[in-house]
Structures are given as structure tokens and as C-alpha cells.
């Protein structure tokens, strides 16, 4: 019986414990032996940089000694445990490749590729497609760095998927595929699952019954193991059964296996983040799903609850976008929800910052004739612009028309209740979000939708200027991996209106979970089956470049960031033909409001990155350290690069100004 291991983690593991890995949901070790059967080999192979190492046996992996000093001391990342062994007589694991050090797995090729390549099954033929000198003996026979492979099925095939892979320039997935078509094309059926990976950590597995007996491949769904059950919530357990039996039924009806193993891992990763209302709501999707036989493209094609998610696999991702606005609601429901705990505050900050101000008051001054502005606050949060945006009108001596709009209810409200309370507003129409007036201004409330397309703003109707403030834009995700939904909005609003005040997170803010989620983008990419839906899970909307989720109150919300340089070539992009991108902030929000002298300091700083003066905003930055410490600096290193702006190294958000 042939057993493998994969294993991908997040940071070096020893690779001991391999050794005694459990079975999954099953007593007894994963590469332990049963009574009456015999070991044929076992073996460990590792990625470590750019180097594969492995160690290999013909006695139990517990009881051999070289074999555990090696993985005591060895620690990887990427690992390939491999077992084969087998209690009769006759199998082809005794008789048909004779057991010895030279064929036990893995195999690991030695230079520059660290390919490493294993194999579960039987190639009954591969003497025969040695001997006949065909296209497989040749490239077996001549290969190089595979000398120590030994004789068996599983060594040539290796050498197969080596010779294909120096042919094609390191492309794993097409030398496996070569190889796998190459030894198909004649002889008896076999079986030809393999797995393998190389320096880059790119994994490719796959599992193959070749023609010739009119056997269907064995379905994939038994290699799906959803995680659901980690979560340790009633119910989850029996919602899956039933969907693995509605695609067991779908498969045996002709729908694609790859297409419903990937729904499988979707549904299970949207089901272990839903919460009891949600699962309902999923489970009569999936139903419907199965029953109908969509296909993973045309679920996303009708707008369905499935769409294609990373690298071609489903998810809900619709469901996390609108879940996100409920999250808000719940924050804006009370001012103090959240109240000292929030770094962001965004319940507790209800006014601008100084550059805010000024460039909410630039834009009004440049709408010419009329005697009202009218102002689309797109994502308007609890109205904390209003404020600089009715001063800014009324010293041009215009009244201001203002269309609030955001897709969290409870942000509406609070803003809603701020004008009436604070600001001498009065209703001017029935509802909790009904219109209302104070003299010549009025505001009107717009709920939209967290998963609602760009073309829903066109209702709105024109405008003289556009807002869209403190991380609006930043905030909205992409519902299916690579669409540019910001983009799209950004052009929405340029056509709305002819002037655009964008405010939108930079590459200098929350640097934490950017990192963490740049690296889980980086380890997706090379990811296949359980270990894939995993990080799928954890990406969840942050798929593209640039996003992440951020923590407050033990709940996680989407937001992404950008560079000065690719925030003006969007705007561009969407159409505006001025853009002009400035450092809004180099402190937070929150503390800025909370202290004047820090507000004061971050001015000087300000006018400095604009004129983007290195030198003197470090003499700036080292005096105050100075003063702080109270002892001249003897020595100072360059704290800025001079290739790079100051608006690029300092910024935590970037104020835009665009028109066209």
C-alpha cells in the first residue's frame, strides 16, 4: 500500500514528527506498519532555498537510525513523505520492482531545478518503453542528474518528468503533463497519480488512469478535507456530508470532477466562516447549484453565490463583501462601540485633517457658476467631511446639495442623526434615511450595495464634485480575483463628476497585515488541493495585489493600499486628465485630532514631503530626536531614499485631486 505526504507551512518545521504522523480521522500512524506487512521503501524529501535534500530507507522509517538523526536535524517548509509497503505475496510492490534504497521515494534531483517527483500506482509497461527505443527510452536513457534512481516504474517516470522539465525551461506542470501523455499513449492500463515540486515551491499532483480497460480516472473527491471541523460548531459536519453526497450524485449524472471538488473546498471554507442565518442561505444555493449542474464559469456567469475565486477556485466571495458591511453597521451603532480601542477611529473621528480640509475646500472653490454645489460623498461613513464641505461652499457663497452614500445603514444613520442633532437639520421626508434640509442645504441618503457594479451609481445622477473619503475606495474589494472593481468605480465617478477628491490608504499603512498577506498571496500561488482551499480561507478577498484585512475588536475588515505611483496612473486610467497625488497624513487620524502640537509638527512635515526636501526633513527629524533625547547625535544614518519621493516613503494616506 502506497501512502504520501504533503506538507506546506508557513515557517520551517522540523521533520521529525513526519515520521509519526496520525492518520487522518483514523487510529494508528500514517507511515507505520500493519501486522504482516512489509516495508519496500520509505523516504522524506525537503525543499530548503534553492537546495532538495531526502533521506531514504527499506526499514521502518521508527527503528532506522540515519533516518531520524537526518529529520531531527533538518527543518523545511515544503516536505514529501513517502511509504510503500504491502502484506501479500504477489503484488507488484514485491514481484514487479524489486525493493531497494535506489527505488524507494522520493526521488530528488541533485543541481540547480530541486525536482522532486513520487508516484503512486503501477506503469506495467515502462520495460517495454525502454527497450523499444521509442521517445520515452531515449529521454530515460539520457537525462542527466538522475543516476541514482533505481530501476522501477516510479524511477522512470521520474526520469521522464526530468527530461521534460529541462525541455521546457523549469515548467512543472507541462513536463508532468508531457510525461503523462507520453507513456499513455500505448500499452495497458495504469495507474498514474504523481506528485511534484521544485525550487520555486510549486506543487503539481495529479491523478491519472490511463485508457485501454474503459475505467474512469478515481474520482478526486476523496482528496478534499474540508477544515470545517476545526471550527468545533454544530451542524457544519452534517451540512458537508450532504453536499459530498449531492456531488457524488452530480458525478455519477457527468458533471466535471474538477469542477465540483472545487466547489466542495469553496462551500466548506464559506461554511466554516458563516454564521447561522449564512449557512442556511449557502446550503440552498449549493443545493440549487448541484441540482442544476453549474458549471464553476457559469455559476459566475449568472451571478450566483459560486464565483471563480484564486487561481480558478470557487468562493464566496460575494458573501464576505456584503458581511463587511454589516460589520460597519454593528460599529456605527453606538459612539461608543469601540471607543480607545480603535487606532483607526473610525466611530470616534467626526472632522478632517488640515490636509483634508484644504483640498475639500480647493475643489468646491473650483466649481464655477451656480448657486449650489452639488456633492456626491461617495462612501460618506458618519458625514465627518460635511462639515469642511458646508464651510468650504459657504465661503463662495453657495448653498450645498450633498448625496450621501455608503452601503453600511448604520453608517447612514449616524450621519443622519449628527445633522439633526448637531448641525440644525430638519427631515424632509419619511424613513429613518429620508432626506433632510437646513435652509438652502440639503442631504440626501443612499444605501447602496456591497456587491452592487459601478453602473449602480448612474441613478445618482451628475454632479459638480465628487468625494470619496478616508479609504473608501481603498475598502472595496474585487468579487472576482483580477476584475480592477476600484478602477471601475474610479471611472463611475468620473463620470458622475468633473472633479474627483480621492482619499485612499498608502503602502506605509498597516505594514503588518500587508506583509503577512503578501506572503500567503506568494504561498497560494504554488498551492494545490487541501492546502490551497486552506489559504483560500485565509486570503479570503485579498486576493490582489496590495490587500489585506486588518483587526479591530476581533473582527477582520478588507482594505487595501496603493503607491503614489499607481494611485495617479488609475486616475488616469479611469479618465481624468489633471491628477495631482499628495501625502494626506503622515500621523494617524486619531491622534492628529487629539493633539494640537502633533498637528502643528505634522504641517512642517507636510510642506517638506511636498517640495520633496530629503535632506532638510531629516535635519528636521534628528533635531527633534535631539531634543527628545536631549544629547546631540553624534552619528545619523540616511533615513530617506533620494531615488524614491517623500510622498512614497511618508505618506499613511494619499489625498488626490483629479479633474477632466
Not at 506503469?123 to 520515452?136: C, I, P, T, V, Y
Not at 450633498?402 to 450621519?415: C, I, M, N
Not at 430638519?426 to 453602473?455: C, I, K, M, N, W
Request: aromatic share 6%; with cysteine; net charge positive.
Amino acid at each position: 500500500m502506497c501512502r504520501l505526504l504533503l506538507v506546506v507551512d508557513d515557517s520551517e518545521q522540523k521533520l521529525l514528527p513526519l515520521v509519526s504522523a496520525r492518520r487522518q480521522n483514523k487510529r494508528g500512524q500514517l507511515f507505520g506498519l500493519s501486522k504482516g506487512e512489509r516495508l519496500h521503501g520509505f523516504g522524506v524529501a525537503w525543499l530548503t532555498g534553492r537546495a532538495a535534500g531526502a533521506v531514504v530507507t527499506t526499514r521502518p522509517p521508527s527503528d532506522d537510525l540515519n533516518v531520524r538523526r537526518v529529520l531531527g536535524a533538518t527543518s523545511s517548509r515544503l516536505a514529501l513523505a513517502f511509504i510503500r509497503s504491502c502484506a501479500c505475496d504477489r503484488c507488484p510492490a514485491t514481484t514487479y520492482c524489486p525493493a531497494s534504497d535506489a527505488n524507494a521515494q522520493p526521488f530528488v534531483r541533485g543541481g540547480a531545478s530541486g525536482l522532486v517527483v513520487a508516484h503512486v500506482g503501477i506503469l506495467h509497461h515502462h520495460r517495454e518503453l525502454l527497450r523499444d527505443g521509442g521517445e520515452a527510452g531515449r529521454r530515460a536513457a539520457a537525462v542527466a542528474d538522475c543516476g541514482d534512481a533505481g530501476n522501477s516504474d516510479a524511477a522512470f517516470l521520474y526520469r521522464l518528468v526530468a527530461s521534460y522539465y529541462d525541455d521546457f525551461g523549469g515548467d512543472l506542470e507541462r513536463a508532468v503533463r508531457a510525461t503523462l501523455d507520453l507513456v499513455s499513449a500505448t500499452g495497458p492500463p495504469s495507474s498514474l497519480n504523481l506528485v511534484a515540486t521544485d525550487k520555486t515551491g510549486r506543487v503539481v499532483a495529479c491523478r491519472r488512469r490511463s485508457p485501454g480497460d474503459g475505467q474512469a480516472p478515481p474520482p478526486l473527491m476523496r482528496a478534499v478535507v474540508a477544515r470545517v471541523a476545526s471550527a468545533n460548531r454544530s451542524g457544519l459536519g452534517a451540512h458537508l456530508a450532504a453536499a459530498k453526497k449531492r456531488r457524488l450524485a452530480a458525478l455519477r449524472a457527468g458533471a466535471s470532477a474538477d469542477d465540483l471538488v472545487a466547489s466542495l473546498e469553496a462551500f466548506a471554507a464559506a461554511l466554516a466562516r458563516a454564521d447561522g442565518g449564512e449557512q442556511a442561505a449557502l446550503v440552498e444555493r449549493d443545493r440549487v447549484a448541484c441540482a442544476s449542474g453549474l458549471t464553476r464559469e457559469a455559476a459566475a456567469a449568472t451571478g450566483d453565490a459560486v464565483a471563480t475565486g484564486a487561481n480558478g477556485a470557487a468562493t464566496d466571495r460575494r458573501a464576505l463583501a456584503e458581511s463587511q458591511a454589516r460589520l460597519y453597521d454593528a460599529r456605527y451603532s453606538s459612539s461608543s462601540a469601540a471607543e480607545g480601542q480603535d487606532r483607526a477611529g473610525v466611530e470616534e473621528v467626526h472632522t478632517t485633517v488640515a490636509r483634508e480640509t484644504e483640498a475639500i475646500a480647493s475643489a468646491i472653490a473650483d466649481v464655477g457658476d451656480g448657486t449650489t454645489v452639488h456633492l456626491l460623498d461617495f462612501g460618506s461613513g458618519n458625514g465627518r467631511c460635511f462639515a469642511a464641505s458646508r464651510a468650504a461652499a459657504r465661503a463662495r457663497g453657495k448653498a450645498l446639495a450633498v448625496t450621501a452614500y455608503d452601503v453600511s445603514s448604520g453608517a447612514l444613520g449616524a450621519f443622519r442623526r449628527a445633522l439633526v442633532d448637531d448641525h440644525g437639520f430638519a427631515a424632509d421626508g419619511g424613513g429613518a434615511l429620508g432626506d433632510v434640509v437646513a435652509g438652502a442645504d440639503r442631504v440626501r441618503f443612499v444605501q447602496g450595495s456591497a456587491t452592487a457594479p459601478p453602473e449602480a451609481l448612474r441613478s445618482l445622477g451628475s454632479f459638480d464634485v465628487a468625494l470619496s473619503g478616508w479609504g473608501t475606495t481603498s475598502a472595496i474589494p474585487d468579487l472576482r480575483p483580477g476584475e480592477g472593481r476600484q478602477l471601475q468605480f474610479l471611472a463611475e465617478l468620473c463620470r458622475r463628476a468633473p472633479r474627483l477628491l480621492n482619499v485612499v490608504s498608502s503602502e506605509n499603512n498597516f505594514l503588518g497585515p500587508q506583509a503577512r498577506f503578501r506572503e500567503i498571496r506568494r504561498r497560494r500561488a504554488a498551492a494545490v488541493g487541501e492546502d490551497a482551499a486552506r489559504l483560500d480561507a485565509e486570503l479570503r478577498l485579498a486576493t490582489s495585489e496590495g490587500s489585506f484585512y486588518y483587526e479591530v475588536n476581533n473582527e477582520e475588515y478588507f482594505y487595501s493600499a496603493v503607491s503614489p505611483r499607481v494611485e495617479e496612473r488609475r486616475l488616469r486610467a479611469a479618465g481624468f486628465r489633471d491628477v495631482d497625488v499628495r501625502a494626506c497624513n503622515v500621523a494617524s487620524f486619531r491622534d492628529l485630532l487629539a493633539s494640537p502640537r502633533l498637528a502643528r509638527l505634522e504641517r512642517a512635515v507636510l510642506k517638506l514631503v511636498d517640495g520633496n526636501q530629503h535632506l532638510r526633513l531629516q535635519l528636521l527629524l534628528t533635531r527633534l530626536a535631539e531634543k527628545a533625547a536631549r544629547r546631540r547625535l553624534q552619528r545619523v544614518a540616511p533615513l530617506f531614499d533620494p531615488d524614491r519621493t517623500l510622498v512614497d516613503q511618508c505618506a499613511r494616506y494619499l489625498c488626490s485631486y483629479a479633474s477632466r
